[in-house]
């Protein structure tokens, strides 16, 4: 089964129709996100929906007016955890139900907070957030399978989104992800070409 079509198939709605979203279509998606793959297993992304109209509009004016997100179904808000304690002792408790044993998991869990305290919170921050960008995409990909169109947004005020949903300071906001149906045709796909591409 080839991606390929999925891609070509995928472009970014910048207005939705008022179409609500089925849930059990949503549900694949986050089900989708949380098979997605990620550095060490690390799984350090979170996500908030916004279903509600009155919400949506509160964060129309912190997302520069951008009508995605007012048309929208659903707004999907990746967070990023910064907080290592809560990202290995989520995966602690998912490496234990998966059977390992609970000594092997404290070593290597061990090992890996040490690797991941070296960096500063910057660093730390940068590559998190990588790692969440990657479910982003998997969350496009099935959203496109199930023929709901979407728009990866960057273009929004973090410390306005924290301030409006009450996200605590140890959530990054990284990217937005409204999903519904377009209410415009898909623009022309422009990528480079395959000579351009590689060296």
């Not at 009155?54 to 995605?68: D, G, M, R, V, W």
């Amino acid at each position: 089964m080839s991606l390929v079509p999925l891609l070509r198939k995928r472009f970014c709605a910048k207005e939705f129709t008022s179409e609500k979203i089925p849930e059990e279509k949503i549900n694949s998606i986050i089900e989708a996100i949380r098979l997605s793959p990620s550095s060490y297993n690390l799984q350090p992304w979170r996500i908030k929906i916004i279903k509600d109209q009155e919400t949506k509009e509160k964060l129309f004016p912190a997302s520069y007016n951008q009508k995605q997100i007012t048309t929208c179904s659903h707004l999907l808000i990746f967070l990023t955890s910064l907080d290592i304690d809560e990202i290995l002792g989520k995966l602690k408790k998912a490496r234990l139900e998966a059977g390992t044993p609970e000594e092997q998991v404290d070593a290597y869990l061990s090992r890996l907070k040490a690797s991941l305290e070296k960096k500063s919170p910057l660093e730390l921050r940068m590559y998190l957030e990588e790692q969440t960008y990657i479910a982003l995409g998997i969350a496009m990909l099935e959203a496109a399978s199930l023929d709901i169109d979407s728009c990866a947004m960057g273009g929004f005020i973090e410390e306005e989104y924290k301030k409006i949903l009450n996200i605590p300071e140890k959530y990054a906001v990284s990217v937005l992800l409204p999903l519904g149906k377009a209410a415009h045709p898909p623009r022309p796909k422009i990528r480079i070409d395959k000579e351009d591409l590689l060296i």
